[in-house]
Structure formats: structure tokens, C-alpha cells
């Protein structure tokens, strides 16, 4: 569904990428583990062409991802941001249809209305939620909402950016198996980027590890586990000793 081939892209003198290549199947859930600051978002925002790399190609079902109508594009993505980067001045189900009041995916008001607020029943949110305001509701559930908006529109593709951040263990566990449902649910292709390795055996089929600007190992949660690759392993196990240097 997506493919990365020696992607390159620096920032100023400063070289994030160094050649990623990745292939992400079709209705299968790719999780990118790397520390921070090694590219995983700058990855993410490759795909999507908000960022565009200094060398090599990136293709959607066979077609580059800059060519064709830009619009058609974006629509078969969805996103849950870290964060949930709801907007303060909307309500939750003005949040959650929000590319479906305007532009391509324009459906009537109602309409809109109606599909997010079944959206919300989704993610386990009453339909009274819909129209309250972000600053209203705590951290779970802003990122229950960010999950709402992100499945609203049906993607073929949803990215997720460090879904459990911030959370309690308890809400992590429950988003992280939202994610999972709705991704099989909908059969839809996820990549995912995060550190924290209960997401990454909840929620992946595939495991990718990006570290100093490649793709250092890939392979499925079994083979992870019991693979020696120095980097992985002292990666997912947070050993301060091993390859892999702290910053300080």
C-alpha cells in the first residue's frame, strides 16, 4: 500500500533521513519504533507530502505520492495526532466532522453531525459528548475524539502519532485496543508511530525500527522479540547500556 524507497531528507545541515525503505502491506498495521528526534515523524509527514524529501520516491498503491489531485490524495488518510490537537473553539462533534463540513467530503450539516456522533459511539463517548467543548472533557477522552475525527471520513490509511502519550496505563490499554478493532474493523492500513512497547504488541503486525536515519531491522512482533540485533533489543527492553547512546 505504501512505499518507501531511499528517502532522504535533511533539515538545514542536519540529516534526518539517510535512505529510509519501508514497505507497508495493505490492511496490515506497520509500527515505526525509533527514539526521539529519528525521523518518525519526519516520515510520517513524507507520506502525507508535507514535507518533501531531498532524494528518493514514495508511492501510494503504485503512484507517487506528489502526482495527481492533491484533494484525492489527503482524502484517503486519516490521522490521530499526539495530543488529539483538538480545536478549543469547536464542538466535539464539530471536531470530529470536520472534513466532513467542508471541501470534497462535504456532507450537509446534519448529515455531518449524524455520522460523528456515531463515530463517538465508536470510541465509547454517549452522544451527549457531541456537544460539549475540548476543555471539557479530560485527557482520555480528547484522544477518544482525535480517534473519532480520524476514522470519520472511512480512510483507506490512518496514521497514528504516539497515540498513548500522556495517558494513564489504563486509558492507554483502552485506546490501544480501539485502534486495533477499528483498524480490522475497517480494513484499513495503519502505520503508527510511538516508543512505548505495550502499544507496539497490542496494536502492530509489522515492526520497523528507524534509528540514525534508516530503517535498522523489520519483522513481525515474534520475530522482534526474538531477534539479537543489538539495537532492537536494547531499544525495546530500555537498557541504558547497549549501542544505542542516551542523550543528555
Avoid at 520516491?57 to 483538538?86: K, N, Y
Avoid at 478549543?88 to 449524524?114: I, Y
Avoid at 515474534?222 to 547512546?245: L, N, R, W
Wanted: a negative charge; aromatic letters at 6%.
Amino acid at each position: 500500500m505504501i512505499r518507501l524507497d531511499n528517502v532522504h531528507k535533511s533539515f538545514g545541515g542536519k540529516q534526518v533521513l539517510r535512505g529510509v525503505t519501508l514497505e507497508v502491506p495493505k490492511g496490515e498495521s506497520m509500527v515505526i519504533i525509533g527514539g526521539s528526534g529519528t525521523g518518525k515523524s519526519v516520515t510520517l509527514k513524507c507520506i502525507l507530502g508535507l514535507v518533501h524529501p531531498d532524494q528518493g520516491t514514495i508511492t501510494l498503491d503504485g503512484e507517487p505520492v506528489e502526482s495527481g489531485d492533491r484533494d484525492a490524495f489527503l482524502a484517503r488518510f486519516g490521522m490521530l495526532f499526539q495530543g488529539a490537537a483538538l480545536f478549543d473553539s469547536f464542538t466535539v462533534w464539530q471536531n470530529v466532522a470536520f472534513r466532513l463540513l467542508r471541501g470534497r467530503l462535504k456532507r450537509p450539516k446534519a448529515e455531518a453531525r449524524e455520522i460523528a456522533i456515531e463515530k463517538l459511539r465508536r470510541v465509547g463517548l454517549a452522544p451527549e459528548t457531541a456537544d460539549l467543548f475540548p476543555a471539557e472533557l479530560s485527557g482520555g477522552m480528547q484522544k477518544r475524539v482525535g480517534l473519532a475525527r480520524a476514522i470519520a471520513a472511512d480512510p483507506e490509511v490512518i496514521f497514528f502519532d504516539e497515540p498513548t502519550t500522556g495517558l494513564d496505563p489504563i486509558m492507554a490499554g483502552v485506546i490501544n485496543e480501539l485502534i486495533r478493532e477499528i483498524v480490522v474493523e475497517m480494513g484499513a492500513t495503519a502505520m503508527t508511530i510511538t516508543h512505548d512497547m505495550t502499544s507496539v504488541r497490542a496494536i502492530a503486525d509489522d515492526v520497523a525500527m528507524l534509528h540514525d536515519g534508516v530503517i535498522k531491522w523489520s519483522g513481525t512482533v515474534t520475530e522482534m522479540d526474538a531477534c539479537s540485533d543489538p539495537y532492537v533489543q536494547q531499544f525495546i527492553h530500555g537498557k541504558a547500556d547497549g549501542p544505542i547512546a542516551a542523550v543528555r
